[in-house]
């Protein structure tokens, strides 16, 4: 019988008995040194191939460039710099720090530049949040195969730079200003308008990602992160600050990152990402070599705050069971989860469903298109299910 949380059994590790290890025979490794030098930067072991990100065909052109998260393959909640998740609307910018300049000027009593240098001098801080594109994944099928391809385009990092409105307040913001529109430098000179109210809670500028400078590829040498929103909004390679009475309806905020509404109306300024999650083991294109217990694992996050808590169903949604949050729980970041489940060789079909501290529940996809009609593209949060066969292989359960 299949099972799940309380009723699973206990997990333990399936280990082979060490009688037949022929007594612990030493591995040609343990006789002889090791790799003569010490590396400059370290590399994964040329034994992983699997932890790479997912490259799209036709999609690497620098006008419309992505690729995606390896989720299934990753442990825990923080997404190593090489694997984040990437989106280019004009390639990526080879910027000299020593030339780039960040200006902050419009409804201010001190406009002000910036040289990088000037910038590490305000007070730094390091919180860890998550970074989503709205288009993750899109209303649309085809639906992927993996983890990565249905829900890759989030990455989480601990983030290190200076709160937006610390330098809001060396600027000095005029009472008529309600909106900033941030601009990048690369040649897509992407712009979006941001609400005064976020820029003075949580927003970041941000010139470190886990402990090194930004990579090229997430906007090095400053980016905005703007935590729980868009990631179309956390603009990299960020060179302008223009604070404002009005937003800029923009072309990312009109012609794109809006979505039609089964009445003709446009949903415009839909900033923030709802809550989700995502099983990523087992997760498509992986397969259970055994029958017994096994760890199911995912995470789950919200735009909106914490994450109080993640059911898993193997039956479809028929039953739920309460998953064990892995600890730190953080305030827009990602959040792992992990539940024992009992496989018996027969057919299942896996999910999670997240609630966040608002009580927001995370909806299936006949629910959000119930409420938000068949024109819409972005901001697809529902639940995704995974099918196990009797032979153990795991696919999409999304046909
Ligand atoms: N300047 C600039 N900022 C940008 C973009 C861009 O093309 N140019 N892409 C945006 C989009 S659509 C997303 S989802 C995030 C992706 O950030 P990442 O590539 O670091 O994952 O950056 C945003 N910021
Ligand atoms: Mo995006």
Redesign the pocket.
């Given at each position: 019988m299949a099972g799940i949380g309380a009723s699973a059994k206990a997990l333990t590790a399936q280990a082979s008995e060490a009688a037949q290890l022929e007594p612990l025979t030493i591995p040609e490794w343990t006789k002889s040194w090791g790799a003569p030098t010490a590396s400059p930067y370290g590399k994964p072991s040329e034994f992983e191939t699997l932890a790479i990100r997912n490259m799209y065909p036709g999609l690497t052109e620098p006008m419309s460039a992505y690729s995606t998260t390896p989720l299934q393959e990753l442990d825990g909640a923080i997404t190593p710099n090489g694997l984040?998740?990437?989106?280019?609307?004009?390639g990526v910018p080879a910027i000299d720090p020593e030339q780039h300049k960040l200006v902050i000027h419009g409804l201010v009593d001190r406009p002000l530049m910036f040289s990088m240098d000037e910038l590490r001098q305000f007070p730094s801080v390091s919180p860890i949040f998550f970074?989503?594109?709205?288009?993750n994944p899109s209303f649309l099928p085809p639906y992927g195969k993996t983890a990565a391809e249905v829900s890759g385009?989030v990455?989480c990092a601990q983030w290190t730079g200076v709160w937006l409105k610390t330098i809001l307040e060396h600027a000095g913001v005029q009472p008529s200003a309600t909106w900033i529109i941030a601009e990048?430098?690369?040649g897509?000179?992407?712009t979006r308008s941001i609400p005064m109210e976020k820029c003075l809670d949580d927003v970041l500028v941000a010139y470190s990602q886990n402990g090194e400078r930004l990579r090229p590829?997430?906007?090095y040498p400053v980016?905005l992160v703007i935590p729980g929103y868009?990631?179309?909004?956390?603009?990299?390679?960020?060179r302008r600050l223009h604070v404002t009475a009005q937003p800029g309806h923009t072309r990312e905020e009109t012609a794109k990152y809006t979505d039609l509404m089964a009445d003709g109306r446009s949903r415009e300024f839909s900033f923030v990402m709802e809550c989700k999650s995502i099983v990523t083991y087992p997760s498509g294109t992986h397969k259970l070599s055994r029958k017994g217990t096994h760890e199911m694992r995912g995470i789950a996050w919200s735009g909106n705050g914490k994450i109080t808590h993640v059911d898993v169903s193997i039956d479809g949604g028929n039953t739920w069971h309460e998953a064990v949050l892995q600890e730190p729980v953080m305030s827009k970041a990602l959040t792992a989860f992990r539940a024992p489940f009992e496989w018996d060789g027969e057919e299942l079909i896996i999910m999670s469903r997240a609630v966040d501290e608002t009580g927001y529940v995370q909806p299936t996809l006949e629910q959000m298109v119930a409420a938000r009609g068949k024109n819409s593209f972005y901001h697809n949060n529902s639940i995704q299910p995974w099918k196990v066969s009797a032979n153990g292989e795991v696919t999409n359960g999304r046909a």
């Open positions: 984040f998740y990437e989106r280019h609307h004009a970074i989503e594109c709205s288009g385009l990455s990048g430098a690369d897509a000179a992407m590829e997430q906007g980016r868009e990631g179309n909004m956390s603009i990299k390679w960020l």
